[in-house]
């Protein structure tokens, strides 16, 4: 019996943390002091679960800041087909390093969005090509707006970088 209870305990307090983050209400960049790392933190991390099944577009009527490259992307193969799906992208908004051509997963403010329909990454290659440019256009925007969203997030390493360097220095 007691048991039980514990468990129940814990399914109330993890579905009542899941159903808080999705009412969670949107912050603008302002509020956090124009500090890019906290607003993407916030709004994409802390509150991310309320854009699962909404799509890119919408995600992109939220957001403040201009996406100006891609990190990276990621991909699978779809077993059923044997094609290869484009399964998440890291969207920047502005390269630490300054060097937009030369992305890093580690140091670079991004948007990470996973898809609940990932397309064809042969598909996504015509309108992206990361060995002619990383750049962010409206051909790219255009392919993926109407995709629909499983998760966001943005760079945890960055994020745990500026975790650590406070606890060093006492902020």
Not at 47 to 62: I, P, S
Not at 88 to 95: A, K, M, N, Q, V
Not at 111 to 133: C, G, Q, T, W, Y
């Amino acid at each position: 019996m007691k048991r039980n209870m514990i468990i129940l305990f814990f399914l109330l307090s993890v579905l009542t943390s899941a159903q808080a983050q999705e009412t969670l209400p949107y912050k603008p960049w302002q509020e956090f002091n124009n500090d890019t790392l906290k607003y993407l933190e916030y709004n994409f991390n802390t509150r991310g679960a309320q854009y699962n099944g909404r799509t890119v577009k919408e995600l992109f009527d939220d957001f403040e800041l201009p996406v100006t490259f891609v990190v990276s992307r990621t991909w699978r193969d779809d077993y059923a087909t044997g094609a290869s799906v484009l399964v998440h992208l890291h969207l920047g908004i502005h390269s630490v390093q300054g060097e937009e051509d030369k992305p890093s997963d580690l140091y670079d403010y991004y948007v990470r969005v996973s898809f609940a329909n990932p397309p064809l990454l042969e598909d996504f290659m015509k309108v992206f090509d990361h060995r002619i440019s990383t750049k962010w256009t409206p051909q790219v925007y255009e392919f993926l707006k109407d995709l629909k969203l499983s998760r966001t997030g943005s760079n945890p390493y960055i994020i745990e970088r500026r975790k650590r360097n406070a606890e060093k220095t006492g902020n």
